[in-house]
């Protein structure tokens, strides 16, 4: 009876220590950062769990993968066994779009992190001098119960709008949008109405730059 139990007890634990083992896999956690334009190159630093990236240094090779296409690594350096710093060259001619990162040693075998980089279309032309904004005002100024911002966005960018006071206290914060050229008006309302009287700022912050406002309310 006791050898049956025994029996029992090792065939039970053979069973909870193949499903540990599952649990501890190797896997690769996160890509930072996780995109990069065509014709750069890049550190990335690549995160990984239950692996031994130390103590397999020497055989590690990392590459990002798009159905036949394959971006090799330069360099990889393991920071510690769960990161690596790994150096990329990306192509000009590479195809954009979503890649698997790869992920071999011959201590840990092989895995990877399905679609974990991004290849962005190379960027031809950058004018760091260009205006997002060509025409804006905010008013009345001084201002009481009433507030309101118009403003002319010549390109496509992101867009958010911060009030805050001379302490750097956020009274109102708009959720940043993503907006196509055009004219634009934001109202301010409920926030401003019990506001004491004093000095205040609004932040217009895009792609490119802020533009800050100095405000009074009577």
């Known amino acids: ?7 029992c007890f090792l065939l039970i634990f053979s069973i909870s220590l193949g499903f540990l083992n599952q649990s501890k896999a190797q896997n690769v956690v996160s890509v930072s950062p996780d995109s990069a ?20 240094t020497s055989t590690t ?3 990002l993968s798009q159905g036949a296409t ?19 060259t990306i192509g000009g001619n590479v195809p954009t779009g979503l890649y698997d990162v790869n992920a071999y040693n011959t201590i840990d075998g092989y895995f990877s992190l399905i679609e974990g980089f991004e290849v962005l279309p190379i960027i031809t032309e950058i004018n760091e001098n260009i205006e997002p904004i060509a025409v804006s005002k905010v008013y009345p100024n001084p ?3 009433t507030l309101k911002l118009e403003y002319t966005l010549e390109y ?14 956020i009274i109102s914060n708009s959720i940043t949008e993503n907006k196509q050229p055009g004219n634009y008006l934001h ?8 506001l004491p009287a004093g000095n205040y700022f609004v ?4 792609d490119k730059k802020d533009y800050n406002y100095k405000l009074l309310k009577n």
């Not at 334009?37 to 397999?56: C, D, E, M, P």
């Not at 109202?187 to 019990?194: P, Q, R, T, Y």
């Not at 932040?203 to 895009?206: F, G, I, Q």
């Open 37 to 56: 334009y065509q014709n750069q190159t890049l550190n990335v630093v690549i995160t990984g769990s239950s692996t031994n990236f130390g103590q397999g």
């Open 156 to 169: 496509s960018s992101k867009v958010q709008i911060i009030m805050f006071d001379t302490y750097g206290r």
């Open 1 to 7: 009876m006791v050898i049956k139990y025994l029996k």
């Open 143 to 145: 201002f009481k119960n």
């Open 187 to 194: 109202e301010f309302k409920d926030d401003i109405i019990n």
């Open 203 to 206: 932040r217009l912050r895009t």
């Open 70 to 88: 394959i971006i090799p690594s330069n360099s990889v350096f393991a920071a510690n066994n769960s990161q690596l710093i790994v150096n990329f």
């Open 61 to 63: 090779q990392i590459w």
